[in-house]
């Protein structure tokens, strides 16, 4: 038998960041971890309510989508099923918690008017299958909840619909054990016909083997279980109450419609996982809720008083994942291989434990995963090409790899033309997170065909932009020499080219067949070159200020031009971290300039001169004279007016005070920017040379 020798990168320790973030600022992912390389897998939340989002379900359906669908718990020896369903069967599973009993029918459609009356009234429900006395019965429940409490809360609420509020929950008994789950099936369908509520549950033995039990009962409290125990010794039914020590899954059954009834699985809610692995090439299983088919296996277990469920399969599928999520498929080879290894590498670097359950959870708080429903045969080919390359910090020497760390690769849509260097983002220094040239990133507006924007003056005064389509240029200057235009069809007038509900609300109406003056033209709203207006009331409540903001400047910049620092009214304003000023000014990046359109000079012909918006708090109107000797005020009574100098370069001021910042850049500007790296890729540079050129000091493993 030949050596197994351990992957490159898996031979070397994961060191010290040389500089440690301090305080609160310490992203997670930067802690040292000893152990962060040292595994082929990798756990993903899928559904987890966790201290930064809840997207949680009361119940999940599941189906293996091209094999059969097992499910069972770990073992020592590797995953043991307890029970499979053919392929293209759907399972359900929820929390074996408390829940409401909202009523039972005889009868399907009467189940269904219960269930929809329940759900239109924002109660997650299910439609049961009891089989009583020879009979079945359909039981509409709500639930499920991890205290007692929280049902009899429910229970109330849903009693005022006029509906059932009975609490149930899983106080039960077991009369026995079973060697398969056919015998565990025939007895308890023994019990069911004395009228009795009766289920098969699996559970593992200390040994690794299943067995099989009859369940009775689902009492709400310990009072309820032993009245039952009394009820069913009474006729020579032994039972005694459950031992939950163990892992164990319930099975019940569950209307799906009035033909469909399906397993619905319940398992315990504090720590135990139940496991669900598929067969088929590939062994992939379809997550109803989500929409979505994943690779490896789906782990059903209770985390924060809800049902979480964790994708655990090997990182190299998880990447196939990713990769198509954080990109596209049809982008460049290089730029896809470059993103396959710096997700790689930011995945092998987070903690086992990282959110409790799970390594990572599926969205941009980490990376969006997509599964096995998004991979694509190019960005799969990226993630083959690099199969378990990572980036190396080069600590010491290249001779003493002892020393050397996988690096967290931070990457973002575009960086707006530079990338940012660590100290704009936490203020501590990274030595392989310095600030570099991005100037690629602008390649996003040609491949994403951003429109252009007219920024006009309509015949009312009023200033704003229109989409270059609505507008037709007739060939025709006015007096002062600029282009003219011709609206096509009635079009919305925007302050901003941009049409998101932040800064792109609508301003005004230009209508059919009005004549335009064309002040400018502008590309849409794009991560990479991106602009945001504020009024000087608006800017004073973002800000938090006593008064409406009237000065409006930058006041410090970091290595790369990011600002660090804002003076509103003289009064500094500097944020901990990038972060908190993205957010104390709503805007996605802090590489920005200000643009103070209240500021402007007015000059009078004897000499004196009014500086606004100074003049203005003074009472000064400005106003304008025309060539006949009639004085009004500046374009009437809109809000905006142009000015022109002496070279005829035009410019659109406000009569109060009101601040644009025009940015580039989408996130914290860290590390690889994935448009930059497109337009490296499309320039004939290299994957290597991708990410060395954005990871400053660093180096690739081999490829495994």
Not at 185 to 213: F, H, P
Request: with cysteine; net charge neutral.
């Amino acid at each position: 038998m030949g050596q197994t020798i351990k992957p490159f990168w898996k031979r070397i320790k994961v060191g010290v960041c040389s500089v440690l973030l301090a305080g609160s600022l310490v992203p997670a992912d930067m802690l040292p971890r000893a152990n962060a390389v040292a595994q082929n897998s990798i756990r993903v939340a899928l559904s987890i309510n966790s201290d930064k989002y809840d997207n949680s379900f009361d119940t999940v359906n599941l189906t293996g989508k091209l094999g059969e669908l097992a499910f069972g718990f770990h073992t020592a020896s590797g995953f043991r099923p307890v029970y499979q369903v053919p392929m293209g069967t759907v399972i359900r599973g929820s929390l074996d918690n408390f829940y409401v009993v909202a009523g039972e029918a005889n009868s399907w459609p009467e189940a269904e008017a219960l269930f929809q009356k329940l759900t239109a009234a924002g109660f997650a429900s299910n439609i049961f299958v009891e089989s009583r006395s020879g009979r079945n019965i359909y039981q509409v429940v709500n639930g499920y909840y991890e205290t007692y409490q929280q049902a009899q809360n429910a229970a109330n609420s849903i009693g005022g619909l006029g509906l059932g509020k009975k609490v149930a929950g899983w106080y039960r008994l077991s009369t026995g054990s079973h060697p398969t789950y056919d015998a565990a099936k025939q007895a308890a369908d023994s019990i069911r016909v004395k009228g009795y509520d009766a289920y098969v549950s699996a559970r593992q033995t200390a040994t690794g083997i299943n067995s099989y039990e009859v369940w009775v009962g689902n009492g709400a409290t310990a009072a309820e279980r032993d009245a039952l125990k009394a009820e069913l010794g009474g006729k020579g039914i032994q039972a005694v109450p459950v031992d939950y020590t163990s892992n164990y899954v319930m099975f019940k059954q569950d209307a799906a419609s009035e033909t469909n009834i399906v397993h619905h699985l319940f398992t315990e809610s504090t720590k135990q996982e139940l496991v669900f692995q598929a067969g088929g090439n590939p062994g992939v299983i379809r997550f109803e809720e989500k929409g979505l088919t994943y690779r490896g296996q789906l782990i059903l277990r209770g985390y924060n008083q809800r049902l979480a469920v964790v994708n655990h399969l090997p990182i190299e599928d998880y990447l196939k994942g990713v990769v198509p999520k954080e990109v596209s498929t049809g982008w460049p080879m290089e730029a896809l291989k470059a993103q396959a290894v710096a997700a790689r590498s930011y995945a092998v670097r987070q903690s086992p434990t990282k959110w409790v359950i799970a390594q990572v959870d599926d969205t941009v708080w980490e990376q969006a995963y997509g599964g096995y429903t998004w991979e694509h045969e190019d960005t799969s080919q990226a993630v083959e090409a690099t199969r378990g390359q990572v980036l190396m910090y080069n600590n010491g020497t290249p001779e003493n790899y002892n020393d050397d760390y996988v690096v967290s690769t931070f990457f973002s849509a575009t960086h707006g033309g530079r990338s940012a260097d660590a100290t704009e983002v936490w203020g501590n220094a990274v030595p392989y997170l310095k600030s570099v040239d991005s100037r690629w990133d602008s390649i996003s507006i040609e491949i994403n065909q951003e429109p252009d924007w007219y920024r006009v003056v309509l015949p009312s005064g009023m200033i704003g932009y229109i989409r270059h389509d609505f507008v037709a240029k007739s060939g025709t200057k006015n007096n002062l020499g600029l282009e003219e235009g011709i609206v096509k069809d009635d079009s919305n007038v925007r302050p901003l080219p941009d049409i998101s509900r932040i800064t792109g609300k609508i301003i005004g109406t230009a209508k059919k067949g009005e004549r335009v003056v064309i002040l400018e033209t502008r590309k849409e709203y794009d991560d990479s070159a991106w602009m945001r207006g504020f009024t000087a009331t608006e800017l004073q409540n973002r800000l938090g200020l006593a008064s409406p903001v009237t000065s409006f400047q930058i006041s410090e910049q970091g290595p790369s031009g990011r600002v660090r620092a804002v003076s509103a009214n003289g009064q500094q304003i500097r944020p901990r971290t990038g972060d908190e000023m993205r957010a104390v000014l709503g805007v996605t990046g802090t590489l920005f300039s200000i643009e103070a359109t209240g500021e402007y000079m007015v000059l009078g012909a004897n000499g004196s001169h009014s500086a606004y918006p100074a003049a203005r708090t003074q009472g000064q109107i400005l106003h304008a004279v025309s060539g006949s000797g009639t004085v009004a005020q500046v374009n009437g009574a809109n809000d905006s007016f142009v000015i022109m100098n002496h070279q005829g370069t035009t410019r659109v001021a406000t009569k109060d005070p009101a601040f644009i910042l025009w940015g580039g850049g989408n996130g914290h500007g860290l590390g690889m920017s994935q448009w930059g790296a497109y337009g490296m890729a499309r320039e004939g540079y290299k994957y290597d040379q991708i990410l060395q050129h954005y990871y400053t000091g660093t180096y690739l493993t081999p490829k495994q």
